[in-house]
Structure formats: C-alpha cells, structure tokens
C-alpha cells in the first residue's frame, strides 16, 4: 500500500516572475533579421499603416469639397510624410520601432474647419477644399509648436518622471482597446469581406504555428500577408462576378475592391512639397482647438509609445528619451501643416500591435517600411493599387492589432500589488470613467451633431469636446491625478503602485541597457544629452 503523496513542491506556487524586459520576442530592436525576411516584414507594416492613411482622407476630402483627384493627393502626401516622421523618429527621436502615421485625434478639429462659416458661401467645390485645406495647414503649423516646446524643453520628462507602472495601465490599455469603435463595426460594413480576414488572421499566427511545428514561423510572422491577400482576392472575385451589381451603393463602397477612386485619380509619378496647395492661412481660434487635439495626440502616443517599448524587448523607456521623441512628434506635424495633409501625426497603434503579432521588434524593420511608404506614395498608381484594398480588411486587422496594444498595457499590472483596495479603486474608476465620459461626448455628438460644451465660442467648444472624447486621455489623467494624489508617500503604496521596479529607468544612466536602445546615432547623445 503506497504512503501518503509527498507534499507539494513550494516552487510551484510561486507566481510568475516580474520581467521588465518582454521575453520571447524574436528579433529586439538592435537585432534585424535576414534581410529578405526584414524586407518582407517592413512590407507588412507598409500594408497596416496604409488603413488609417486612406481612411482619414476618405472620411474628409469629400466634406472639404474634394474629388478622387484631390483625395488621391492627400492620401499620398499623407503616406509621403508618415514614412519621412518614421524615419525622423527611429533615427532621432525615441529610436524604438515606431510608425509614425496618420491619427483619428485631428479629424474632429478639421471637421470643425470644414463647418466654418467663412468657406460656406465658396461655390466652387475645387476653390473651397484648397481654401479649407490652407486653414487646416496654419492650425496644424500653430499646433505642432505645442509638442516641439514640451517635448524638446524636457517638460514632458518632469511629468512622465511621475508615472508609475499602476497610472500606466489605464493609458496605454485604452490607446488599444479604446479604439475600438474602428473594429467589428468597420468589418460589418461588409461581413463577408471583414469576418474570413479574422478567422485567417488568428489561424495562421495562433493554429497552424503549433499544428506545424516547422522550424522557420512563417505563417505567424506572415499572418497578415497571407490573410490579405487571400481576402482581397476573394474580394476581387465577388467584384469582378457581379455578386455586389445590384447592392446598394454603400455596400458597393465598402465591399467592391474598384470603388476607392484612387487608381484613376492617382498621378504615375509625384513628388509632395511644401506649400502645394498655397500658403496656410491662420485662424486663433481654430488653433486653439487645433493645439487641444495635438495636446491630447501627446498623451495617447505616450502610451503607444511604452506599448511599442514593450514588445520590442526593450527596457521602460526614460522620461528624457520620451520627451525627445514627443519634440519630434511634434516636428511631424509641423511637417504635416507645411505639406498639407488635413491631418496631424501620432504613434501608429496598429504597427504597434503588429511587432507583437509577429514578435519582431526590429528597428531596421520599420525603417524599411519607412522606405516603402515613401516609394509608393512618389509612384502613385502602384501605391493606389494597394490602397484600394476595402476598408473592412484593415477593420479586421485592428480587431487582433488593437488588442495586442490594450494587452501590452493590461501587462504592467505584474508590477502593481493587485490585492490592494488602493490599486482596484485607482484601476477600476480610471477605466470606467476613462469609457464612459468619451461614450456621453461621442453619442451626444452623433445625435445632436454638436458636443455637449456648445458655447457661443466654437473653438472653446472644440477644445473641451476633443480633450473629452479621448478615451486614453481621460483615463490616463484620473489615473496619474489619483496615483500621484493618494497616500503617495507611505512606504508600501510605493510598492503597490509599482515604482520599485521602474526607479532605476527614471535616469537614463540609471540603467547600462538604456544606451543599447535608446542612444543615438553619430554621437548625437552630445548635443541632446538624456539624463
């Protein structure tokens, strides 16, 4: 007869070690893959980045008064600028594998430009979108000031200094998961186009890896690839069979892969330039609305940031090397304001979610992306043809994209003390506020088709209805007021808010892995010293 079972084994109740670095990630940012594989992947994160560089002018060019003509334009302009900020940003700004793109945070202070009584009595339509884009050009130039003083005065450092992994969460969880309103309601636009890429997607990066089990991860690091490819093909078919020929026009916008206008309206070959559509003109109050959404792009590219941190295997990022990549952040859209795009810039979290969908977080990588958004965008009828795939692909894209970012966020809870009431309260009341204060301004807005603040001063209103509407702005900021206001200086809430674990990364020499990633090239750290 056996004896009584040996006790347990105490190591395996531990819980799971504390990382400040993300393990398992294929490639960290100073370890480039082999080149073909570099270059395939950096053509991945051009194929993302195109969904939010298309949709934006789709959404705004027609409302400006513009045609495919124009709309072609911008949306090269557009992809021209994100690959010369990506490539600002890797080299000079916070040196992680960041695309810099196009960003949802500017469309509400453009479509309160496009509303403007002084372009309503401009009859011809052509006339009218040169005139609102010029206004759209001097407020961007107003607001990009905002960045370029906080970020490179190391004003930004001093605040950031004060985040602690438990502030962190609620920021950078909503950078992905508050976004998404852009997910299954885009891909059910057209279902049978949207819900195959989803079902694709999560088979060829989670199943068939482990049904495989090949040496070489192919179909995971390509998941994207192949799952548009085979979607658009099949959306191709659909078109080209006549399955949407009697569909109501706005299922034929969405589903057929010939309806986007921008083939015909692309130009062979164009190079963008400052001033193409005529100087900017300025407006104060337009820039004031305009410096609220660029003020809010900070604070959610601050979380997109510590995300792409993350899944490119590299350390928390220090807060001087932060506020040097938000000065460039800044530089981008005063870019943006010169060449005229109708739009500002922030940190792509669709590209974000991609380093961890394929686990490579190469610098060389979206560097190499940077190259390709700049070619397509010179040569326009080959990058036309990529951008007219149909938007509920990119929609299905966001749904895994966006919740690998909000993921990466929900992780800094492994340096928090979640059996605190202090903790939970902080958590739970930043998250809740941090959905529903920006669901009152959304749905009030799409009622009433005005916001909630409406004032007789419009550029007031805009300022209070953008900050408002920003789910990772509010959240952040209850967050941050909360954790920097409750007992902050007793001993053990230190150690429940997770400060510990993140005070050697507080300086940039307070860690020998910060000059890995995060130095600049040719000896720049001289001019710009990180401390």
Known sequence: M????????????????????????????????PWPEAILLGFQHYLVVLGTTVLIPTALVPQMGGGNDEKARVVQTLLFLAGINTLLQTYFGTCLPAVMGGSYTFVAPTISIILAGRYSNIVDPHEKFLHIMRGTQGALIVASTLQIIIGFSG??????????PLSAVPLVALAGFGLYELGFPGVAKCVEVGLPVIILLVTFSQYVPHAIHSERSVFDRFSVIFSITIVWLYAYLLTVGGAYRHAPPKTQLHCRTDRSGLVGGAPWIRVPYPFQWGA???DAGEAF?????????????????????????????????????????????????LFGTANGTSVSVENAGLLALTRVGSRRVVQISAGFMIFFSILGKFGAVFASIPAPIFAALYCLLFAYVGAGGL?????????????KF??????????????????????????????????FNDIINVIFSSKPFVAGFVAFFLDNSLHRHDSTVRKDRGLHWWHKFRSYKGDPRSEEFYRLPLNLNKFFPAD
């Open 2 to 33: 056996a004896g009584p079972a040996p006790p347990p084994k105490q190591e395996e109740l531990v819980p799971h070690p504390v990382k400040d670095q993300l393990p398992n990630v294929s490639f960290c940012i100073t370890s480039p893959p």
């Open 155 to 164: 004003l930004w450092r001093n605040v950031t200094r004060y985040l602690s």
């Open 280 to 282: 900017p003109t300025f």
């Open 289 to 337: 609305a305009m410096m609220a959404a660029s003020f809010v792009a900070l604070v959610e590219s601050t979380g997109t940031f510590m995300a792409v941190a993350r899944y490119a295997s590299a350390t928390p990022m220090p807060p001087s090397v932060l506020s040097r990549g938000i000065g460039w952040q800044g530089i981008a859209i005063l870019l943006d304001g």
């Open 411 to 423: 992780s800094f809870l492994q340096f928090c003390n979640l059996n605190s009431f202090r903790t």
């Open 426 to 459: 902080i958590l739970g009341f930043s998250f809740f506020l941090g959905l529903s204060v920006p669901q009152y301004f959304n749905e009030y807005t799409s009622v009433a088709g005005y916001g909630p603040v409406h004032t007789g001063a419009r550029w």
